[in-house]
């Protein structure tokens, strides 16, 4: 009879410490302190880790599952996400690269993932044996068989099994209890029973979360009073009792003063000296693919406060991987139609206080900063983005550097010029990638600038814009050439397809052995390919082929000045002799006779089916080679030359590769190649 006793009050105790885990955070979000485990975040050797059961995994965010661990590298939006899944011994046991991976979640035997790529749910097994596709939206759960329960926004339905349910109104939560679905809207939550919703609970105000905790429904309430949110928790079991067991108020808003863009951050301060990690279209580099940073990076403290900048309404709170990849979604206008709009990343998630169709003013609390846990360098990465639909998904857009806009921001450094070839300033390059010396300069050629700025912290980040001039040595106050090279301020949108921000990267960026362009947290160089414009803000396709023809000016030296400025309109200006040389006494005179002649230019080999490669016969003809580069100065093919026949050599090439793959639309270069010296470029433009 006394072990009996002694185990009920065991039992008694042990549900009474439950309950008294379970409770509200500050922010309004249901806490629960028994549920914490011991994972280590670092980065060894430049690549994500994880260390847990003392394994060692690669990844940035990091699930149990049941037959093992789940982790993923998540870098910024624009960036594809891997997916990898390891067995209880650590061992590899699967690995995938997907476009994106918006609010994964696992079933609750851990069995199943489930994740929305961008276009719809994958739901897939721990074991990987199994893969399955649904044509669903960023909202919903999986049970324990696999079986995702999902809505589709286009047919107004929730899909489950064999069956769809129709719900007007948008579901802000979905999830299981006892393996029964449960669907939140912002009034109510109910059970999905027999294909009928069957409502738990109705309110006038705001359901703003819901989660099962042991089996168990609990759910909070928000009240909108007076700039601040009260927030209340009920515990509701089987017996359909509804017990209420905490309260929280949230102060809202801060003095709303300010009609122009202010800093996320410190909202209201005016001159405020903030740093900046990482800007607008900046290279970036983790061990992984490079890409350009999607928004600008408001250095902070572990969880301070985050907020709104414009009023808006709230399109989106979801995450791209782990805890540390909470975002919120802002749009300025209230529609469905495309609007403009602003991105907070990296917010602690039990830290927001808004659900999807809220609305916002400026300078209200949105949550805190995720604390980061890598360099040092918590942040909230801040974009001006693009989207449409009644909710977004995460497929939007970066429409420009929202930095220069930032009102409240004080820097007063101006950006700083490095050596970008040994001691020279400036790095000169053919457009076949050979670097050229800079007191002996022919033809087309590329610069390329190496150079940085410093925003109030110790990281280097990249300019706002450059600019060139050329001025002859002998007057060096007048300018007789001035190009405007680029603005860090274009849209990005690898979300999509990615072949634009490729683009943008490599007309930006040199990325060669010499000039290697490169961010992340150890390295940070810049080297800008300053010719690559055609003197307008506006980057497409063909800024990459342009250059500097030093053919077009007489022989002799320049002053070369290059322009940066940073987002502050902080300038800096640095300068250095050059000497044109396109008619020299000492060149070969095989250089002079190997003139190639290139036609039909554009080449279609489609239409044309071989384009003719002409030059002069010489003695030495015979041991000639014609060279093909693409824009990036990489070799693609090498077509030899036969021992001439005329006293002109005439050499066909059908637009393939080395590999006998049909080369793509783009500008190439033809060279000349003796004794393994490179001269008489010709640019080729294949259209198909």
């Known amino acids: 009879m006394k072990k009996m006793i002694l185990i009920s009050m065991a039992l008694i105790l042990l549900i009474a410490s439950n309950c008294l885990a379970i409770g509200l955070n500050q922010?309004?979000?249901?806490?629960?302190d028994m549920q914490k485990e011991d994972v280590k975040y670092s980065i060894e050797?430049?690549?994500?880790?994880?260390?847990?059961d003392d394994h060692v995994f690669e990844g940035n965010s990091f699930f149990h599952t049941e037959s093992g661990y789940l982790t993923l590298i998540t870098l910024e939006d624009n960036v594809h996400s891997i997916l990898r899944l390891y067995k209880n011994d650590g061992k590899l046991l699967y690995e995938e690269t997907y476009q994106k991976i918006v609010n994964i979640s696992l079933s609750e035997n851990g069995k199943f993932i489930a994740f929305f790529d961008g276009k719809g749910i994958v739901v897939l097994k721990d074991d990987a044996s199994e893969i399955k596709n649904y044509s669903g939206s960023i909202i919903f759960a999986v049970d324990d068989l696999g079986q995702p329960v999902y809505y589709?926004?286009?047919?107004k339905m929730i899909n489950y099994r064999s069956f769809s349910t129709p719900l007007n109104e948008y579901p802000h939560q979905i999830l299981f209890l006892n393996q029964k679905p449960v669907i939140c809207t912002k009034?109510?939550?109910?059970?999905?029973?027999?294909?009928?919703?069957?409502?738990?609970?109705?309110?006038?105000d705001t359901i703003f979360e819901v989660k099962v905790i042991n089996s168990e429904l609990y759910f909070v309430e928000r009240k909108n009073c007076n700039n601040s949110f009260t927030f209340e928790l009920y515990h509701y079991t089987d017996k359909e009792s509804i017990s209420k067991i905490d309260e929280k108020i949230l102060a809202l808003s801060t003095i709303k003063s300010h009609d122009t863009i202010v800093a996320p951050l410190d909202y209201g301060t005016i001159g405020n000296p903030f740093p900046i990690g990482n800007s607008y279209a900046e290279i970036q580099q983790y061990g992984y693919t490079p890409y350009l940073h999607p928004g600008v990076d408001f250095l902070g403290d572990d969880y301070q406060n985050v907020y709104a900048v414009k009023p808006g309404y709230i399109k989106a709170v979801l995450t791209t991987g782990g805890s540390a990849y909470w975002r919120i979604g802002i749009s300025n206008e209230n529609t469905s139609a495309e609007s403009e709009g602003?991105?907070?990343?990296?917010?602690?998630?039990n830290s927001i206080p808004y659900t999807v169709e809220d609305s916002v003013q400026a300078g209200d609390l949105l949550g805190t900063l995720y604390p980061w846990g890598y360099y040092d360098f918590t942040h909230i990465h801040f974009g001006r983005i693009t989207c449409s639909g009644s909710t977004w998904n995460g497929n939007w857009w970066t429409t420009d550097n929202p930095l220069v806009d930032v009102g409240n921001i004080t820097d007063t450094t101006a950006p700083i010029f490095e050596n970008a070839y040994g001691s020279n300033l400036f790095a000169f390059r053919t457009e076949g990638g050979i670097y050229l010396d800079p007191t002996n300069l022919m033809g087309e050629i590329d610069i390329i600038a190496k150079c940085h700025d410093i925003a109030n912290s110790t990281w280097k980040i990249d300019v706002w814009d450059l600019r060139f001039k050329l001025h002859p040595a002998s007057n060096p106050?007048?300018?007789?050439?001035?190009?405007?090279?680029?603005?860090?301020?274009?849209?990005?949108?690898?979300?999509?397809?990615?072949?634009?921000?490729?683009?943008?990267?490599?007309t930006l960026y040199s990325r060669d052995g010499t000039c290697y362009s490169i961010g992340d947290y150890n390295t940070r160089d810049y080297y800008h390919i300053i010719t690559n414009s055609d003197g307008d803000s506006v980057i497409t396709i063909y800024d990459e082929y342009e250059n500097l023809n030093t053919s077009q000016f007489p022989d002799g030296q320049y002053i070369l000045e290059v322009i940066a400025r940073d987002c502050s309109m902080n300038e800096t200006s640095a300068s250095m002799t050059i000497t044109f040389d396109n008619v020299s006494a000492d060149e070969p005179e095989i250089h002079e006779n190997l003139i190639q002649?290139?036609?039909?230019?554009?080449?279609?080999?489609?239409?044309?089916g071989t384009m003719c490669i002409s030059f002069p016969c010489t003695d030495h003809t015979a041991n000639t080679q014609i060279h093909i580069y693409n824009s990036k100065g990489q070799h693609v093919k090498t077509i030899l030359v036969e021992k001439p026949v005329d006293k002109y050599t005439e050499i066909y090439w059908n637009g393939f590769g080395d590999q006998n793959i049909p080369l793509p639309t783009g500008i190439y270069f033809s060279a000349v190649v003796q004794e393994q010296e490179i001269s008489n470029l010709s640019k080729i433009i294949i259209l198909r």
């Open 27 to 32: 922010y309004g979000h249901i806490t629960n």
């Open 45 to 52: 050797n430049g690549i994500f880790t994880v260390r847990c």
């Open 152 to 155: 589709n926004a286009e047919q």
């Open 187 to 204: 009034n109510s939550i109910n059970l999905l029973i027999d294909r009928k919703l069957n409502p738990l609970y109705t309110s006038k």
């Open 342 to 349: 602003y991105l907070y990343a990296h917010l602690n998630q």
């Open 477 to 506: 106050d007048s300018t007789i050439y001035e190009r405007f090279s680029f603005a860090y301020d274009m849209p990005l949108d690898t979300y999509i397809s990615g072949t634009f921000d490729e683009m943008v990267l490599y």
């Open 597 to 608: 002649t290139v036609y039909p230019n554009p080449f279609n080999p489609d239409i044309h």
